[in-house]
């Protein structure tokens, strides 16, 4: 199984790239939301009504620009891999909002997940599996502490105790980071069973999912790695290990 970390900096390496995803791997595409409004609002075009009204109802200008610009963005992506127009596509959601796709000419398995947080986007494309995407800026919350209590496990907690302190804020944001993923795969919301969706947290080491809320061996069913991030933000993918669309 292959997992490739792409950025997508408007290079011609970049768009060559667009659009090659192999069917036995899970590729996710990074970049950040433009400085200025107008180079963002100029891609509202690409998004359909529904999208456009509900871009309109964002009063504060980050929300808005965020999610123009990874809807424009998801599009692009989309309609590349999909050799269609980016325009056309047609987005359907489950009971908790995770979108997919329902065009009733494509029979391709193409899913997907999007997450952005301060200036920074990140969208993972899997063919055929269940896939979910985070991301975090690490200076966005300040009482992490007393919600680590609410969200992490006995174990978790103890991991997260016993590093240095300069390296707890982190460990705090991957282990939110990991569990959102897994949630945003399963297309599950946030749950109170948080503190059963068990993570490894230390900075610099590979992650894991040791257990879930439906039994430790549940874990083995998914795979987990660690997004590569500017300093300060943090950023898991997970995936099912198995794919539905033959390779």
């Known amino acids: 199984m292959q997992v490739s970390f792409r950025e997508l900096d408007g290079s011609a390496l970049a768009r060559h790239m667009v659009g090659s995803l192999g069917r036995d791997e899970v590729q996710v595409w990074v970049t950040t939301t433009p400085a200025h409004e107008a180079s963002v609002m100029a891609l509202a075009g690409q998004l359909s009504p529904e999208e456009r009204e509900r871009a309109g109802r964002f009063r504060v200008r980050e929300p808005r620009c965020q999610f123009v610009f990874g809807r424009a963005l998801l599009r692009q992506l989309l309609g590349a891999s999909l050799k269609a127009d980016p325009a056309t596509l047609v987005f359907g959601y489950q009971p908790r909002g995770k979108p997919f796709l329902v065009q009733s000419g494509l029979t391709s398995d193409l899913r997907f997940n999007l997450a952005h947080s301060g200036r920074m986007v990140a969208i993972a494309l899997a063919w055929g599996r269940d896939v979910g995407v985070d991301v975090e800026f690490m200076r966005c919350l300040e009482d992490w502490p007393l919600l680590a209590e609410r969200i992490f496990s006995s174990r978790e907690l103890c991991e997260l105790h016993s590093l240095p302190k300069p390296q707890q804020r982190e460990a705090f944001f991957n282990g939110w980071t990991r569990k959102e993923a897994w949630l945003k795969a399963t297309g599950k919301g946030l749950t109170d069973a948080l503190p059963a969706i068990e993570v490894t947290l230390a900075p ?16 083995g069913h998914w795979a987990i790695r660690a997004i590569p991030l500017p300093v300060d933000y943090v950023g898991a993918v997970v995936f099912k290990q198995s794919s539905s669309v033959p390779a």
Do not use: Q
């Open 204 to 219: 610099g080491t590979d992650p894991e999912l040791i257990g879930l809320p439906n039994g430790p061996e549940a874990a």
